[in-house]
Nanobody, 125 residues
Framework: VQLQASGGGLVQAGGSLRLSCAAS????????MAWFRQAPGKEREFVAA????????YYADSVQGRFTISRDNAKNTVYLQMNSLKPEDTAVYYC???????????????????WGQGTQVTVSS
């Protein structure tokens, strides 16, 4: 699976962005997908994940209620709608894919086998 993230940019605090992650491969619909982010000088952290059916989503506490993850298996794409953005959301955002993952592991980056190249999100105050 190859992943291509896009949609990042510069936005003012309180604004919105929608990230996309397009996947190649016929088995996309069987993969759990996630977004992680990494700010300068910090470790990569979990943002959101979605099951392969799209029936369940998981969020970091810091983005709960502001971000929404979704997927369109017909388009091999996962999305991250980000609303009410804050300066602390500034980071490079990465999408990841996992063919097999348990419910307790969605927030663990090591459980994802494939990663996109990242897209920069900058939120100005």
């Amino acid at each position: 699976v190859q992943l291509q993230a896009s949609g990042g940019g510069l936005v003012q605090a309180g604004g919105s962005l929608r990230l996309s992650c397009a996947a190649s491969g016929r088995t996309f619909s069987s993969y759990a997908m996630a977004w992680f982010r990494q700010a300068p000088g910090k470790e990569r952290e979990f943002v959101a994940a979605i099951t392969w059916t799209g029936g369940r989503a998981y969020y970091a506490d810091s983005v709960q209620g502001r971000f929404t993850i979704s997927r369109d298996n017909a388009k091999n794409t996962v999305y991250l709608q980000m609303n009410s953005l804050k300066p602390e959301d500034t980071a490079v955002y990465y999408c990841g894919a996992s063919p097999r993952i348990s419910n307790s592991d969605y927030a663990k980056g090591a459980r994802y086998d494939y990663w996109g190249q990242g897209t920069q999100v900058t939120v100005s105050s």
